[in-house]
């Protein structure tokens, strides 16, 4: 399986992009404590100011400045370790309780799946991101006049870790199951059980074995949902973490520099000529979701290639390598005996 992934170039370029990104940002953070440039003023080579925050990428380069005068790519920079991380931290949670739920309902319970599905079935159809703005809003939202947040830093991140997860999880729990079920139904796993395989070697010695592609391409598709509701969050103003509401006239502050915070807080400059601030989080959100369908359109043709035994593919190089001596000697000229 790794072979032939290193063999799809989306997959590659995916993967580069995401470790490029993430390890950069580690670095970056380790290296300055997470320091973020600011400047207020432009001036120009006389000395005579002419602009003030937000200044756009050509009078403070790379990518401008904020309206508190903060570097935007110091901030995407800093922020890529926060968002990716949380992507895959809810993913790998979504996929440990689905997986368990998913293992229970394909190998005991798939004969009910008439019930199950009829039940499940209106989850499919509700909007992630609303279900989880009612239940994360009265936590992650707080209002000067009404006081400060009620909970820790931690204790929201975590909290909205788990919600972004559990919300998901019924849906992940049935596909899995699903896919689990399917597969009992092969031929090959008929043969074991003639053969008197129990469910704990079926599914160990034959259904994961077998679901394993499956199983990766479904974590990395998990992980661009995620992503997306992030996204739709921070345009709802509900950023990761807690989100500070001053005014009036009401402004929203982001407790974290994640990415979604990024494109809530400036989500109203989209229509003026500060749109640099918004279209520049986009895009590194955009690059990013881009990057994981990379990997994810490489896993799909990874797993449509045959997968050749260790064993056997190296009985096909001893093979291909007395076949080239062969023909290199074909050509070798013939010496006659005086």
């Known amino acids: 399986m790794i072979r032939n992934l290193l063999k799809q170039p989306l997959f590659v370029i995916g993967f580069l992009f995401i470790c490029v990104f993430f390890i950069s940002s580690l670095t970056y953070s380790f290296v300055t404590h997470d320091y973020v440039p600011k400047k207020m003023l432009f001036y120009n080579h006389q000395g005579k100011l002419i602009n003030s925050a937000p200044l756009s990428p050509s009078q403070a380069p790379p990518l401008g400045n904020d309206t508190r005068g903060y570097s935007i790519a110091a901030m995407i920079l800093i922020g890529a ?23 229970l309902y394909g190998m005991y319970f798939y004969r009910f799946k008439r019930i199950v599905t009829g039940m499940l079935e209106g989850i499919h159809y509700m909007p992630m991101t609303l279900l989880a703005y009612l239940v994360l809003s009265s936590i992650l939202i707080a209002r000067k006049d009404y006081g400060n947040f009620h909970y820790s830093t931690v204790e929201r991140e975590w909290f909205e870790i788990f919600i972004l997860a559990l919300i998901a ?5 049935t596909q899995i199951g699903d896919m689990i079920g399917e597969t009992r139904k092969s031929e090959f796993i008929n043969s074991s059980i003639v053969l008197g395989a129990g469910k704990w070697h079926l ?10 592609p499956r199983f990766i391409l479904f974590n990395v598709q ?22 500070m509401v001053l005014g009036p006239p009401y402004q929203y502050f982001s407790t974290s520099n994640e990415w ?23 895009i590194v959100f955009s690059l990013t979701i881009l990057a994981f369908s990379f990997m994810s359109e490489g896993i799909k043709k990874a797993i449509e290639m045959p ?4 064993r056997k593919r190296k009985l096909n190089e001893e093979k291909e390598d007395i076949a080239e001596q062969i023909y290199a000697n074909s050509f070798e000229p013939l010496q006659l005996n005086k």
Do not use: E
């Not at 992507?87 to 368990?100: F, P, Y």
């Not at 999880?169 to 729990?173: D, G, H, L, M, R």
């Not at 229509?271 to 986009?282: A, C, G, N």
């Not at 997968?307 to 260790?310: A, I, T």
């Open 81 to 103: 370790k926060t968002t990716i991380s949380i992507a895959v931290c809810i993913t790998v949670i979504r996929m440990l309780l689905g997986s368990v739920l998913g293992w």
């Open 169 to 173: 999880v019924p849906i992940v729990a």
């Open 203 to 212: 599914f160990w010695r034959d259904i994961l074995p077998h679901l394993t």
């Open 222 to 243: 998990q992980m661009i949902q995620v992503l997306v509701i992030l996204v739709h969050l921070g345009v709802l103003n509900l950023f990761f973490g807690g989100t």
């Open 260 to 282: 979604s915070g990024l494109l809530g807080l400036n989500v109203n400059y989209l229509m003026t000529m500060d749109k640099w601030l918004f279209i520049y989080p986009v």
């Open 307 to 310: 997968v050749v035994p260790r």
